[in-house]
């Protein structure tokens, strides 16, 4: 049984407009606040938080914190919706969820992504350390980077490139299996230098990676992590 908390205000819709919901092997709960949400998934263990950046209570940032912080509950993706607005682009950019995006008119254009957190397993088991040289592009200007990990979705760099939360990237790697991956990046993680330290480390999120890319990365993560 996949379990979902929904934000209780999105319910109404997402079940007249996602219809896979409905399964018997889908278990929908709500929450109309972020301690009831924290609260939900702690009594259920929900394989996927479907949430909106401005939900009642604490903000969303500090409640994505205290799950990526538990052992307990941190083995779970999240989805989260925002307005069409700058601050909210900037606050969802490094509010640490694992898809954020502007709440579409038709619900519908939702399914690709809720059926892709659906499907994926813990962040853990596809997630290996990787130090590789990447090439990067930003604002028509090229840059070096080191990764420190990689999964299917993103990975993280270090750089002496200051990147701004949100901000598009070109990358382009070898995996040291010599297969060459090129694609765009969102940096949706911002990891401050300790004190005096040149290297900024970024969260970057792949943004329109190949399927085979994207076969290529999963199949050589799952791999050495099953090492």
Known sequence: MKKIV???DLHPVFMSALHFLKRS?????TASTAEELLATHFEHRAVLIVTRLDLTG????TMINVIRRSDTLKSVSILVLHN???LHHARSARCGANITMIMPSDPALLVPHITQLLSVEPRKSYRVVLNMAVNGMHNNKSFLCNSENI??????????????PGSRTACSFYLPNG???STDCRVARVIKP????AINKYGMVFTNITPDAESS???FVQKHASL
């Open 217 to 219: 990365i999963a199949s």
């Open 25 to 29: 092997d889908i278990s929908v709960h």
């Open 179 to 181: 297969t060459r991956i």
């Open 58 to 61: 604490m903000n969303c940032e």
């Open 151 to 164: 999964s299917s979705t993103g990975m993280l760099i270090r750089t002496t490139e200051v990147l701004e």
């Open 6 to 8: 929904l934000a209780k």
């Open 84 to 86: 069409d607005d700058p």
């Open 194 to 197: 300790e004190k005096d330290a």
